[in-house]
């Protein structure tokens, strides 16, 4: 399968502890874009990156929050002392392309849950 | 700002029947529109975008979306509904510049028998 994978799919962790997420975009997507997802809602943007640089960050990602994308592949997202408002889906997307040629398409997602 | 409408948060179809999923729109320049579908405990699968040109757009499994840039809507429809089109929809707009998407809160649809 060549789409987007995030791994793990599913995460439960307790309040305060550190989780990490990762995402391997379509290959050769240059683009990548994090979003949150909670229940009733639809995905709030996160951050993106272009190849390795961030881009840009939304007011949601608390300084609790680092993304990385150390070689313009995969990406990371840690949390760090968790708390129970974390708790969503977690979303990854890819792109290439500019302007309207960018469609943006998203992996499975990792849904975490903090007790 | 960009902003997305869903004004409904359920959409009742019978098997067969045509089906609409309203969505309207904000953006301070021309919009890129698009329509995304998640089934449970998965990502969202992308159906159609709007760019430019024809205001009715073709998707995948037989959807389309009309554009209508004096009502700033972007409605979702199929001529004939499945029980399988039963999901979660969203509708999603970016304005004209390498800016992530703005999605509404979804509607579901539940496509009846």
């Known amino acids: 399968d060549t789409g987007v994978s995030q791994d793990p799919r599913h995460k439960i962790t307790k309040r305060g502890q550190n989780v990490t997420f990762r995402c391997d975009p379509i290959s050769e997507h240059n683009r990548l874009y994090w979003y949150r997802q909670t229940l009733g809602q639809g995905p709030e943007f996160l951050t993106y990156?272009?190849?390795?640089?961030?881009?840009?960050k939304s007011r949601l990602l608390s300084d609790r929050f680092s993304a990385e994308r150390p070689k313009g592949s995969f990406s990371t997202l840690e949390i760090q002392r968790t708390e129970q408002g974390d708790s969503a889906m977690y979303l990854c997307?890819?792109?290439?392309?500019?302007?309207?040629?960018?469609?943006?398409?998203f992996g499975p997602g990792t849904r975490l849950l903090v007790l | 700002a960009q902003s997305v409408a869903q004004p409904e948060d359920q959409v009742n179809v019978a098997e067969g029947n045509p089906l609409t999923v309203k969505c309207t729109y904000s953006v301070s320049g021309n919009p890129y529109l698009f329509w995304y579908v998640q089934y449970p405990n998965r990502g969202l699968q992308f159906l159609l975008k709007y760019i430019t040109g024809d205001n009715l757009v073709k998707g995948s499994y037989g959807f389309e979306a009309e554009f209508n840039k004096s009502q700033t809507s972007f409605h979702l429809k199929k001529p004939s509904a499945l029980v399988s089109d039963s999901a979660l929809y969203f509708c999603?707009?970016?304005?004209?510049?390498?800016?992530?998407?703005?999605f509404g809160k979804g509607t579901r649809l539940s496509v009846i028998a």
């Open positions: 999603a707009v970016r304005d004209t510049g390498n800016t992530p998407l703005v």
């Open positions: 997307a890819s792109s290439t392309g500019t302007g309207g040629l960018e469609t943006q398409y």
């Open positions: 990156f272009q190849n390795e640089a961030q881009l840009e």
